[in-house]
């Protein structure tokens, strides 16, 4: 049974659509990323979930008990602010006590419980600092020490890792993956960065205007996305225009795609016969140079070359007209060559 | 999400009683007749010469206040904050001093220095051998000097505040751009301070056309509105007095709008989020120090004369005192005798009492106004504003003529009860008064506060009363004990609510300095006035220590930013 879960969760403001019909769930110790881009409602969603708005239709449910009406200190889900939002006038023992103050621990437990928690989080002899004293790594941590000290049922973390410099968002998400781990709390987060959702995650949901696109793993988003959104907010895409030369045998099963110059086999969605216009979705690595007699092999010319090391992006004027990224070998091709690439399995198509 | 609203509903009917009503009831009784409805008090008023000419007369006393007070306090916020001399710090915080000294003390002040048996006119007189003093502190002329004394601070402060926000790299642009300093001042430095310098104007206007005390003690037969009004009401021309109110309210209203349309636009100075301003220039060269030095010194000297002043005639004993230059005789029997003596200490127990009791219950109404108009965002947000801020917009004399209306008759099923000559009458005039203050600091504070602050003490399982306490009143305490602070000054040395409302048994101290005066104990009216200046340093520096904790904290931040 899932420990929590949301149930067609939708909220309005004014015009605009905030969430609609969200229906997400997360396993006892599990964690969910939803990933969406700004704008797309992931914020207000988890505020639904902490209790800080009240959904227009739509439940959720902490450990089997509707909490939907629940105040938010009455829900005992801790919450990690995007700016952290820690108390300024209080020292960051008073920040870390202040939950269990709030829940009328005795004064001699609640010093034990947040020496813990500041060990915890290698914060330990930080106790009488003032929040304005701390750089944003250790605010970070404070942060989450804070939420977690009152030992809440669920954690909520709202873009964990944004106000980070990158330096230290790489090695702080390392930390924060190692913590949850440990504490094994159920987890809910939200970001917009894709890297940080793929390592955080056990699954992620794409939210895209308000509505969840797909749940999966980092993988399965990547390979199978479910709609075009999805394939092209995850990860890097080129994407062309096409028509079906003939339809998969059975739903998201492998048809073929004319593009014009070639014709390739992809994997469809959406209810599609011969001739439906499609939008088809290749990955840059997927694409391989070719024989130039191989019917696949569509026909471009080098633009640019990108050197990154272990490889090189190119970018390549195809044959269709549109203009495509290409990852391979170094050396594989200067700007100005003739080259031709054919895809090493069935591409994306989204009708 | 309903209970919100009702709420909101609630506050804003009851701002609407306090404000904005006995304004109503006051424009109805003007147009009141016996059994009827009459415009005669409107043509009487219209038809007299007089009248014209002291509506006149609060309006130019006003303009000319706004010029000489700017002429004074721009270039010393200038001084002060751009160049750097020995003493520059201390001499900065005495050019802020005229706005800790209730108007009717600093009247005093002055009749004691520039009067014509005062210190200055005394010393003058012997100077140059004169048989009579040299001047008579009578007129205009005397309003305008104790005006540009006490106003100049707020172009002062203004000036200064915005220097400090003026983000350096900005003037460093446009010396790269080949821009000299004339240039630089006229082109970039005025255009960005001209929001807060017309801020500076407006609140110097509306203090200006509100003033009562120095038109009081100095007008002699030059009456300004505001003395007019109570001239009428004490010779017992009601009528006259709410029509004579409503066009000074007129007119308030219209100086105010003409003055916010110059207002250059939105407040630029805060657009560059990062940037420092620029730091004060070291005056290099012996001449130039010294110059500043002497210079500095005397205008300190200017400033702290009229509390020298106050301190010593406070300090001489009654009769002990006549022709002499300086008093040959000082005690502090004056002081005694407002201690010892039960009829001299009451004013002084019914200034603090009732100042502390309208100021805690202005801040507690602003506070739970504020929160529903940012946090709840209740519909009715935008007249709860206005309400609180509408005693802002009308002089003093307006709002107790408004209340002695008002509540001069019992009516309860018209929400008018008989106040006037109670004890209630006046602290509740004195909350009214006091709601532009708090109601902007909670307000200010509220905005500033991130809501985040609060979800977060609410995820951490704090209840509404833990999260108020603990969170959101340390948070914005300090912008509202600033805003109480000024509200309790402004209520404890208040003259122009009382001098229309008190009661015997209620007279603030102003009232009694009042009384001391006519009766020549000048050293009992120094000694109050001490007493009043004292206090209310003393709740401003309460107020200011606040903020100072908070800006040392923030100082500390920002450093640790760096």
Redesign the interface.
Known sequence: MPFLELERLSKRFGEIDAARDVSLSVERGGVLAILGPSGSGKTTLLRLV???EGPDAGRVIGDGADVTDS???A?????V???Y?????LTVFGNVA??LE??GVPADRIRARVQEVLRLLDLAGFESR?I????GGQQQRVALA??LA?EPRVL?LDEPLSNLDPALRERTRKELRALISRVGITTLFVTHDQEEAFDLGDRIAVMNAGRIEQVGTAEELYESPASLFVATFVGRANVARARVEAPPPAPRGVGTVDLGPVRWDAKITGAVQRGTPVTVVVRPEWLKLANGSDARALAAVVAERRYMGPAAVFAIDTATGATFEWVSDPDAARPGDRVSVAPDRPVLAFA | MRRREVAGLLVTLLLAWLVAYPLLLTGLESVRAPGGWTLEHWARFASAAHEWRTLWASLWIAAASVVLAGAVGIPLGFVMERFEFPGRRLLGALAALPIALPPLVGVIAFLFLYGESGFVSRAVQAALGLREAPWRLRGPGAILLVHAYSMYVYFYLYTRAGLARLDASMLEAAASLGAGRWRTFTRVTLPLLRPPLVGAAILTFMTALASFSAPYIFGGGFRVMTTQIVASKLSGDLAMATVETLALAAVALAGLTALRRTGGGRDMLGSGQKGAAAAPRQLRGGLPRTLAAVAGWGIAALLLLPHATLLLVSLVPPGAWTTELLPPLLSASNYGALLREPERLRPILNSLGMAAASTIAAVTLALVAARLVVVGRVRVRGWIEGLLSAPWAMPGTVFAMALATAFSVQQPWAGRWILVGTFWILPLAYLVRSLPLTGWAALAGLRQLDPALEEAAASLGAGRWRTLTRVTIPMIGPALAAGASLAFIMTLGDFVTSIVLYTYETRPISIEILAALREFDLGIAAAYGICLTALSALAFALGERRRGERRGERRAERREAR
Request: hydrophobic share 45%; charged share 15%.
């Open positions: 902490a209790g800080f105040s938010p200190a829900r005992r889900f801790g919450m602010f995007q700016h939002a820690l108390f300024p006038h202040f939950g709030a829940q003032r304005g004293e701390l750089s804070r939420a009152p909520l």
